[in-house]
């Protein structure tokens, strides 16, 4: 663990004038924040505007796009724990004011999410205190265990809940993509390796001259053999490296090449409400490059052993009869 953060979740309406949102309300205490996460905020500096008693808010971006609200303007908060008047239950209302806005690149927060002050939310919601604590690990591939032994040491009616079970559903497709692009790039790969093998076929036939007087001189069919195994190695080698150098340098400058390309054809590779995030994330992973690479580098010294073997076979007497 190398972060912990207390909050305040809660639900209630965004208005300003007559534009109404429904909105996830985060109260969060400033000072913890940075612990639990990278938030990047785009308007009004950081989230140490957030200060207790002056009912401040921090809106997504895309919220506060949607309603056309800007740092210093002001909106009314709408609180489903309302007051009981003899009319009957009245929500809670109270003027907030915009001091930033953020962008976390995921479009369900950014069009939905509001931060305010903890001691803020808990006035406001009629809370005695925070309502969860967010934990940030090392390793986010060790959530599941942690959120095991968390449950396992506490007691008392809690809901733990971890980032795999959060979005499992949405992981889980991610996954599924992954195994079908592994599999489209293994055929591609496989595809290479036919043209390999058709490209040495053409060049041993081209080649049946020059072949038949290297055996008139003594080369044996295992030397001859060897060659176009070597060369059809370095085809293999010099593209998969090539490949790979390319394939490397365009994941690493991915988010400035696709908003470019974007802006060149006035498209958008990825609308933010269909896919839910407002710009492609790219993290080149050891485990999913190096299956590619072995995998190009093998099929590529396979195809070279059928038209290295036609070439060993080449009969120097046939091939030098019309030369």
Do not use: C
Not at 82 to 105: E, H, I, N, Y
């Amino acid at each position: 663990v190398v972060g912990a953060a207390t909050f305040i979740a809660a639900q209630a309406l965004l208005a300003r004038g007559e534009d109404m949102k429904g909105t996830i309300v985060r109260g969060i205490d400033p000072a913890l924040e940075g612990q639990v996460t990278d938030l990047a905020v785009t308007s009004g500096s950081t989230l140490a505007k957030l200060v207790p008693g002056s009912f401040g808010v921090v809106l997504g971006g895309e919220l506060a796009r949607a309603m056309g609200v800007r740092e210093g303007d002001t909106v009314t908060l709408i609180a489903p724990s309302g007051q009981v008047t003899p009319a009957g239950v009245v929500p809670r209302l109270k003027q907030m004011t915009v001091v930033g806005t953020f962008d976390s690149g995921h479009f369900e927060y950014d069009s939905a999410l509001v931060m305010m002050h903890q001691e803020d939310a808990a006035k406001i919601f009629r809370l005695e205190g925070p309502t969860g604590i967010r934990i940030k690990l090392k390793d986010l591939h060790q959530a599941r265990e942690v959120a095991f032994e968390l449950s396992r040491s506490l007691s008392g009616d809690l809901l733990i809940r971890d980032w795999t079970r959060q979005n499992k559903t949405w992981f889980a497709a991610v996954q599924l993509e992954k195994r079908m692009m592994f599999i489209i790039l293994t055929l591609i790969v496989a595809v290479a390796a036919f043209n390999l093998v058709s490209t040495l076929v053409m060049t041993v036939t081209d080649k049946r001259a020059d072949i038949a007087i290297l055996r008139t001189l003594g080369s044996s069919p295992k030397s001859i053999m060897k060659i176009f195994m070597v060369q059809g190695a370095l085809v293999g080698v010099i593209g998969t490296l090539s490949g790979l150098i390319l394939g490397l340098g365009i994941a690493f400058n991915i988010d400035v090449i696709v908003p470019a390309i974007e802006r060149a054809l006035n498209a958008s590779f990825l609308p933010k409400d269909i896919y839910l995030i407002s710009r492609m994330p790219s993290e080149p992973q050891y485990a999913d490059i190096m299956p590619i690479v072995v995998i190009s580098l093998v099929l590529s010294f396979l195809a070279t052993i059928y038209p290295s073997w036609r070439a060993s076979r080449v009969n120097p007497a046939e091939a030098l009869r019309y030369e």
